[in-house]
């Protein structure tokens, strides 16, 4: 059965500083997501990352994959309040096309002044 | 360009009584799954369709729990005899086939959630 943890569980940071919020998972996979929620709401998609290697960049987050290491990695530049929110790592782990996912517990991202 | 919708948006029950909800794919994506989330969790999968035919199902949903999508575009996830255990967000999400990639991208909807008292 897949695992999908996610590390740390709760990340209180100052507002300029960088930050690196990790996902690993415990079976064979090339796919791998990173969401957004914010409280009450539903999931916004950050990143798809569908190879060993991959590495994504939107503003001031990046993500990148490694397959061989089964761990992916969402790196926060110089953080400002509005990143603050939950993001979730997730997983697909089907053997064939179905692309059902697994998700991490989240990391709730705090961003003070 | 409307994205995946849900209905109702919350919906408070009591224990024993039948519950559905409906979810509205983004049009023409042919693969619809549905998803639940309880408190401070990540969403666990429950099943998914392609066009009508349902694909898979979890082990987390129950015989109280049926899922349809009967003509390919909308579908409905019914609750039977709810329980306090029931009550979570349910999300849905619609996703597109990219080419030889396959379903590689899933839009999900604002949820529905459940309290069961």
């Known amino acids: 059965e897949l695992k999908v943890e996610q590390n740390p569980l709760f990340l209180s940071m100052q507002e300029g500083k960088n930050y690196t919020i990790y996902c690993n998972y415990s079976t064979t996979s090339d796919r791998l997501y990173w969401y957004r929620q914010d409280p009450g709401k539903s999931l916004e998609s950050l990143f798809v990352?569908?190879?060993?290697?991959a590495v994504k960049q939107e503003g001031r987050l990046m993500a990148s994959l490694d397959t061989k290491a089964r761990l992916s990695t969402l790196h926060i530049t110089a953080a400002v309040h509005d990143l603050s929110a939950t993001y979730f790592c997730a997983v697909d782990g089907s053997t064939g096309t179905a692309s059902k996912l697994t998700f991490g517990t989240g990391t709730r991202l705090q961003v003070t002044l | 360009d409307t994205g995946v919708s849900q209905d109702p948006r919350h919906k408070i029950t009591k224990r024993g009584q039948n519950v559905t909800f409906r979810c509205d794919p983004i049009s023409e994506h042919n693969r619809l799954y549905w998803y639940r989330q309880t408190l401070g969790q990540g969403p666990e999968f429950l099943t998914y369709f392609q066009n009508e035919a349902q694909l898979e199902k979890s082990r987390l949903l129950s015989d109280r729990f049926s899922a349809e999508r009967p003509k390919g575009s909308f579908s409905t996830l019914e609750i039977q005899r709810t329980e306090q255990g029931d009550s979570a967000m349910y999300l849905c999400?619609?996703?597109?086939?990219?080419?030889?990639?396959?379903?590689?991208?899933?839009?999900f909807g604002p949820g529905t959630r459940l309290t069961v008292t």
């Open positions: 999400a619609s996703s597109p086939k990219r080419g030889s990639w396959g379903w590689i991208e899933q839009y």
């Open positions: 990352l569908l190879s060993n290697g």
